[in-house]
Each structure stands twice: as C-alpha cells, then as structure tokens.
C-alpha cells in the first residue's frame, strides 16, 4: 500500500514537473547564443550581404559578425532573408467539413482548429508576422499563439471591420463608437469598406463617414485600412487614412496623391483572384459568392496587373505586401510575391522589401520586424535559391525562426553547398 502510495505521489510528481521542465528547457534554449552562417543575406531593407553570419540571442539579433562562432545553423548556400510580413489575411477564414467557403465566423472546434492550421501553414511558408482583416475569431488565435501555445506568426487583427452601407453606416459619431468599440475589444487596427469590388466601386461610406473613422482611428492610437477602389482610393488618402487596399480603377492622378500624402497602398489582386479560379467550385454559391460574380473573376486579372504596374511607377508611392490569403491559400501567401514579379513587373528585391522593412514601416514596427539588424526580432527564414534571379525560390522555404524559436529546419543536406551559386 505504501508502495503503491509512493508510485501515485512519483507519478502526480512527474505530471506537475514534466510541463516545468519543458519550460525551463525552453527557456534556456531561447536565452542560449546562437550563430547562423549565411552566404548570401538580404537584410531587409534592400542590401545584400555576403559570408556573413548573424547572432541571436533570446529572441533578439545582437549582431552580424562574419567572424562569430560556434556555428549553430549553417544556412550557406541559401538566401537568408527576414521572416516576411503580409500586410493582409483573413487567418480564420477556412474551407468547412463539406468543403466548401466557410467563412472566417465558425466557432466549431473543428473551425479553430483548421484555424490553427492555417496559422501554422503561414508560419512554415516563411510570414512571421500577418494582418487579418479581421474577425473576433483572431483574437484568441493571436492570444494563444503569442503565449507560446501555438505555433504560428504573430498576429494584428481589426476584430470587426467596418462594413460601408451608405447611410446605414451610421452617423459620424456612431462610426467614431463603432472605431472605439473594436479598440475595447483588442484591435490592433481597424479595417474599413469604404468600396467593394470592380464590380461595385462606387463609395459606400461619405467622405464624412470615412473622415470620422479614419480620424477617431488615429485619436485611438490605430492604423486604418481601407478597402478601396475607384474614388475611394483618393478619399481615403484625403480622409488621412493609413493604407489602402486593393486600390484597382485608380487613375495615375489619385495613386499621386496617395504618394504625396505618404498612404500605404496594398495594390494586392494576385493571390485572391489566382485562388478564387484555383477553387471556383468550393467558393461558387457560398454567402457573398454568386455563380455570376465568378464570370468577373478572370476579367478582373487584366484590371489588377494594370493598376499594379502603373503603381509601380508612380514616383515615392509605397507599396507593401498582403496576399488577401483565405480558404484555400493559407500557406501559399508568397504567390502573390510570383504574381507580382512574373506578371506584374515589379523588381523582385522591391517585392521583398515590401515584406520586410517596408511592410514593418506600415505596421509601425520597423525598429522591431522586417530587417536583420542588431536589436530586432530574431525572424529569420531561408528560401533554397535565389528569389532575386528566380521569384519561385520564395515557394522553397526550408528555413523559419521567429522570435530566436525554430520551427522549420528543412534543409536538403545532401545537396553540396555550391549548389545554387
Ligand atoms: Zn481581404
């Protein structure tokens, strides 16, 4: 009996010290110094280092010392590169049990965890840091992920965004409630529909209405985004809003403006519409997805790379990085880097920056993300070729620190290190 006793008292022992050790574990595996050598580094900001090698400590670089050792990971004859930021996702939104567009409001467990998933599939595929534009549904998400008890990238949600319904929108300070009500409940930034689609790009908030929400934003301490198109690219920009997305049917004129007044512009249309042909049959006849509205999809392509390549060109306009990643493109978020650089004309070092130093500037976290630099984040990744001679390498991610924490160590060790040089 006694024995039996001590069993039991050994066993409930174990269960209370086995999560303790695992955590002290972890935590000295995240102060411990660790070395990363690279042969070729982008830093973010749009340089390229050679035979360097990076030190991490915790969760932050101290320094790039090509003399530091011991080497921990040797990622030589990779592209290193800063984790990359997608300045637009909907991380909830999922494929249901049937198969088909769910949306990103289920509550089901079986909801959360294709939402986890979907986090997890993010983070592998090289996004350390993600904006999801937004549903309730992140905040958990983003809460249990920041904790440590989920792998994923860190992530802003708006919460709920603000839906343009004309009048029904509500009055100027109904709107300044509503921009209050989503800080109160944990948003990190509040997103607005001020037009919906090439189909239907008239304004569906006024000048008034979108002035309110983009200013009571601001007193808030938030950063708006605005889903515009047409005339609400402009407005938005006069409104003092921060960034705009999508932004098609802007003329050379409003994208100007957008440039003078410093408005972020995400003139993303790559992945989306790539992905809504890509699974046509799992989209077509779910709320908000009639069978004519796909007829436009493919139309819209031609509108989408014309308003990007104009952008490109407009003198001091900044560009950034979202992928507008739902059901079916979770973890393919770097097509939209392919899209842009194949299809659209965009530099490819332009395209990377504009996940990395610049999309960080937007987010108001360029002294912590998006460069590798002493002092920031340990958001480290490595690609197997070279995106700035073949786009396509941003598929190839056999490498994902966040935070000084690996969670990705792929790489093909049997491939001789020249290989891609
Ligand atoms: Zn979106």
Redesign the pocket.
Known sequence: MRAAKTILFLFVLLCVCAPARRTTSQTKAQNKRVVIAASVLLDGRGRVLRDTRVVVEGSRIVSIDPKAAPVTYDLRGLTVSPGWIDA?V?ITWSFGPDGKNAGDGVTTPEAAYTAASNAWLTLVAGFTTVQS?GSPGDLPLREAIARGALPGPRILTAVEPLMGRGEQSGTPDEIRAFVRKQKAAGADLIKIFAAFSVRRPDMALSREQLGAACDEARRQGLRTLVHAYKDAVRAAALAGCTQV?HGMLATDEDLKVLAGKGTYLDAQGGLVLENYLRHKDRFVGTPGFPEESFALVEKVVPVYLDSLRRASKIEGLKIVFGS?A?AGAHGRNAEEFVIRVRDGGVEPMAALVSANSLGAEALGMADRIGSIAPGMEADIIALDGDPLKDITAVRRVVFVMKGGVVYKNTRPSARPLRRNR
């Open positions: 637009h909907h534009v997305e507008d739902l």
